[in-house]
């Protein structure tokens, strides 16, 4: 009779994990503007799916969303559902990382990375690093690219790069690694 309930127990335990992960919600936070020739992108990383890999480097996937399409937000009411959200992440005590560079504002990164978390927007691009915290490098490993409305997919496998201090990259570099080295000493 103990071995019936322990194997219910385990199960409702095992259901329930897999419940409260299916509810995890995205975390996309900005680290950045990116600017071609035919567009300007707000770039943002998944902080909820990034990785320590066994080699003890950063994996981690970005994306990249038209900027025009992102600040429609702020020609509109933004509704009570989403000011309550931000509000709620906010008395949690979270700042946006892109606060700290003095680009932009607490509300506005707020405001943005809530557009971004609403997956309505399709990426310009979609990439995923590898990082090195430790060595300051970093390379791209596969990704999407948007052209005419299709995706596209990219085999970057590029080589190890040095981080250019203060570009995108190096801000990439550092909210991931900031954000590893806060969950290790959880």
Known sequence: MLIKYS???AACVTFAAMASALELEDDWRMYGMAITDDQSTMVFYDAAGASELPS???KVWTQALNSEKVNAIFDTELPQTAVDKIAKKQLRGYMPPIVALNTVDIIVASIIEYVANEN???PAAK??????CSGREYRKLDGLVRVDEKSQPEHLGSSWAP?????NEDHLLAFVCADNAKKQRR
């Not at 981080?163 to 570009?167: A, E, F, H, L, Q």
């Open 56 to 58: 003890g480097h950063m």
């Open 163 to 167: 981080v250019t201090p203060d570009s």
């Open 7 to 9: 194997v219910i127990i």
């Open 127 to 132: 990439i995923l690093y590898e990082l090195d």
């Open 120 to 122: 309505t927007i399709m």
